[in-house]
């Protein structure tokens, strides 16, 4: 089974700039996850959708950051305009439902905001 | 508030030693709980889980403890190898809260030959 692709793996961009991350979860999967993750520390749970709704996004900082996931499938994240604080690895993580399942990781998408 | 949290940062064995790596939770309505190993430059990968109507579950080389009355979990890795340096975290799934999936902060396990 194919598992959580993301893209891209690496991205640097300047301060103020706007980069998105895109992510296509495990086939079936309704639910799916972005998490933040800074250097040293565990992943923060950014926004998680079931199929195409959103359940929580009350870490989202909903002024520079945005998600979407059109169809219940594929997933984009985007941060506009970007601060320096932003430097972390995205995480995109799908789970065949929202309880007592495992969430199955990608790679990851390792932004430096420069 | 919600969190969970691990007790040690770093724990540092000899190779064929047992680890034992804890975690503490704060929410009383998580009902599940998973162990992620984390590599450098990859996402974390599942371990084990376990269910709060269980007090253990052991897989191939590692067992899972949940203590509710205390709000506790630890992850023993049993003869540990060098292949298991990695960054370790516990997660809980918060029926409460749409399932929310929240992770501790992690410990490093460091395995010396």
């Known amino acids: 089974e194919a598992g959580v692709a993301q893209s891209p793996r690496y991205k640097i961009i300047e301060k103020r700039q706007s980069v998105a991350f895109w992510c296509n979860p495990i086939s079936g999967h309704a639910t799916l996850y972005w998490y933040q993750q800074i250097l040293g520390q565990g992943p923060k749970l950014l926004i998680q959708f079931q199929n195409n709704g959103v359940v929580d996004d009350s870490q989202l900082p909903k002024d520079r950051f945005s998600a979407e996931r059109l169809k219940g499938v594929d997933s984009t994240l985007k941060i506009q305009p970007a601060k320096l604080e932003d430097s972390a690895v995205y995480l995109c993580?799908?789970?065949?439902?929202?309880?007592?399942?495992?969430?199955?990781f990608g790679q990851g998408t390792r932004l430096t905001v420069v | 508030g919600e969190s969970v949290g691990l007790h040690l940062p770093t724990l540092s064995v000899q190779e064929g030693d047992n680890s034992i790596i804890n975690c503490a939770y704060s929410?009383?309505?998580?009902?599940?709980f998973i162990w992620y190993k984390q590599e450098s430059g990859k996402g974390p990968q599942f371990i084990i889980d376990?269910?709060?109507?269980?007090d253990k579950r052991q897989g191939q080389r590692v067992t899972v403890l949940l203590n509710k009355t205390v709000k506790h979990l630890s992850l023993q890795i049993a003869a540990t190898q060098p292949g298991d340096s990695a960054v370790y975290f516990c997660a809980e799934n918060v029926y409460n809260q749409g399932g929310k999936l929240i992770f501790g902060q992690g410990t490093e396990l460091s395995v010396k030959p």
């Open positions: 929410n009383s309505a998580s009902d599940y």
């Open positions: 376990i269910r709060s109507n269980m």
């Open positions: 993580a799908s789970s065949p439902r929202f309880m007592n399942t495992e969430a199955f």
